[in-house]
């Protein structure tokens, strides 16, 4: 399977919404719903943002939501904050048990 | 829930390098342990998995012919051994766990930096 496709960047004021693309193919995202994503910080490990498309791991700001249609996902981060500057990544099931991430696509707060 | 990692490691060309993942905090066998990396600037790839119970795995297509995973119960510690390495295995490897029958990475490992130099 082949990545599945972000933009490398995106970019918002502190207090806005940004929306993150994350386009795979029916064999993956649109095949399942199993979409999740992570966000890293420089120098750490990934953390578990969003799982099963829309749900929200316990602690995660409900500021963070998911959704998908056909063949790709999205994470929306509302009422951007300064903390929210990271990379971050969506990762799909792609069936017989393997999974396939995203590039990845930084967040710039400006 | 904690996921320990061994430290970094260096490696020389066509060397084989074993990673391992201490757990804690949870029942180690009712979580699936995965393999992901990272290059320096790059993004995250998936390698594999393993059922801590049965021992099962599965791998992604590119590391199938180089890489195994495997587990001791006793210590709740699960291992991944990468062979015949090149330059461009040189990454942060993460140890992530996911629920037996779910599809996402919950928790992970702090990463253990494998350089492969000459």
């Known amino acids: 399977h082949s990545a599945l496709t972000q933009p490398r960047s995106v970019s918002g004021s502190p207090g806005q919404s940004v929306t993150i693309s994350c386009t795979g193919t029916s064999s993956d995202v649109g095949g399942y719903n199993y979409v999740s994503w992570y966000q890293q910080h420089p120098g750490k490990a990934p953390k578990l943002m969003i799982y099963?498309?829309?749900k929200r791991p316990s602690g995660v700001p409900d500021r963070f939501s998911g959704s998908k249609s056909g063949n790709a996902a999205s994470l929306t981060i509302s009422g951007l904050q300064g903390e929210d500057e990271a990379d971050y990544y969506c990762?799909?099931?792609?069936?017989?048990?393997?999974?396939?991430f995203g590039g990845g696509t930084k967040l710039t707060v400006l | 829930v904690q996921l320990v990692q061994s430290g970094a490691e260096v490696k020389k060309p066509w060397a084989s390098v074993k990673v391992s993942c201490k757990a804690s905090g949870y029942t180690f066998t009712n979580y699936d342990i995965n393999w992901v990396r990272q290059a320096t600037g790059q993004g995250l790839e998936w390698m594999g998995w393993m059922n801590p119970n049965s021992g099962h795995t599965g791998f992604a297509q590119k590391f199938q012919d180089r890489v195994t995973m495997t587990r001791n119960t006793s210590i709740s510690t699960a291992y991944m051994e990468l062979y015949s390495l090149t330059s461009e295995d040189t990454a942060v490897y993460f140890c992530?766990?996911?629920?037996?029958?779910?599809?996402?990475?919950?928790?992970w490992g702090q990463g253990a930096l494998v350089t492969v130099s000459s």
């Open positions: 992530a766990r996911a629920i037996v029958g779910g599809h996402h990475f919950d928790y």
């Open positions: 990762c799909s099931y792609a069936g017989t048990y393997t999974w396939v």
């Open positions: 099963d498309v829309t």
